[in-house]
T-cell receptor, first 116, second 115 residues
Framework: AQKITQTQPGMFVQEKEAVTLDCTYD???????LFWYKQPSSGEMIFLIY??????QNATEGRYSLNFQKARKSANLVISASQLGDSAMYFC?????????????FGAGTILRVKS | NAGVTQTPKFQVLKTGQSMTLQCAQD?????MSWYRQDPGMGLRLIHY???????DQGEVPNGYNVSRSTTEDFPLRLLSAAPSQTSVYFC??????????????FGEGSWLTVV
């Protein structure tokens, strides 16, 4: 079974600085996908960024980039120029194949607090 | 979270009561699923469906029942609520069974407390 590990329960970052949220994964599949989601205090799950295992370049979406190191099985999220609104829970997730479909396997999450 | 609607948003149940969490999507997605979120554990899959009439269990299915009579709706039933089912529930849908990119849509979540 696949597994996602997020080793940082909580992080602080100063406003306008960059921050890296760690994610390591374990899989024996050759084809897989990695996701990052943001969950603010209101509770909804907000998709941030996706990286496919065969994508040659690291994914970027605005201030979000994914530092994908396949050999190390890591998919760290980098948030540049942090804003107060970035304070939230962040989940790393991986697509896992089921008999008839797929599911997302989530890490435990990292709480990010941005300080002014 | 346009397109995936969950109701109710908040619910308090007594132990032993039954209830149904509703999930509806209007994007003609074939793949729908239910997750529960517990502190320190991320989200875990309860049940999923790959189309009308086809459902299967996820990793934490006990105490829950689902059916998929239409493409649009995927209700989650708690048969006899237990305090261990206190959680936040998310419905998700996707156009195809192959997740990719940002094609997974989550509902806004349903907060359930069982006393």
């Amino acid at each position: 079974a696949q597994k996602i590990t997020q080793t940082q329960p909580g992080m602080f970052v100063q406003e306008k600085e960059a921050v890296t949220l760690d994610c390591t994964y374990d899989t024996s599949d050759q084809s897989y996908g990695l996701f990052w989601y943001k969950q603010p205090s209101s509770g909804e799950m907000i998709f941030l960024i996706y990286q496919g295992s065969y994508d040659e370049q690291n994914a970027t979406e605005g201030r979000y980039s994914l530092n994908f190191q396949k050999a190390r099985k890591s998919a760290n999220l980098v948030i540049s120029a942090s804003q107060l609104g970035d304070s939230a829970m962040y989940f790393c997730a991986m697509r896992e194949a089921l008999e008839y479909g797929n599911k997302l396997v989530f890490g435990a999450g990292t709480i990010l607090r941005v300080k002014s | 979270n346009a397109g995936v609607t969950q109701t109710p948003k908040f619910q308090v149940l007594k132990t032993g009561q039954s209830m149904t969490l509703q999930c509806a999507q209007d994007m003609n997605h074939e793949y729908m699923s239910w997750y529960r979120q517990d502190p320190g554990m991320g989200l875990r899959l309860i049940h999923y469906s790959v189309g009308a009439g086809i459902t299967d269990q996820g990793e934490v299915p006990n105490g829950y029942n689902v059916s998929r009579s239409t493409t649009e709706d995927f209700p989650l039933r708690l048969l006899s609520a237990a305090p261990s089912q206190t959680s936040v529930y998310f419905c998700a849908s996707s156009y195809s069974v192959g997740y990719s990119g940002n094609t997974i849509y989550f509902g806004e979540g349903s907060w359930l407390t069982v006393v």
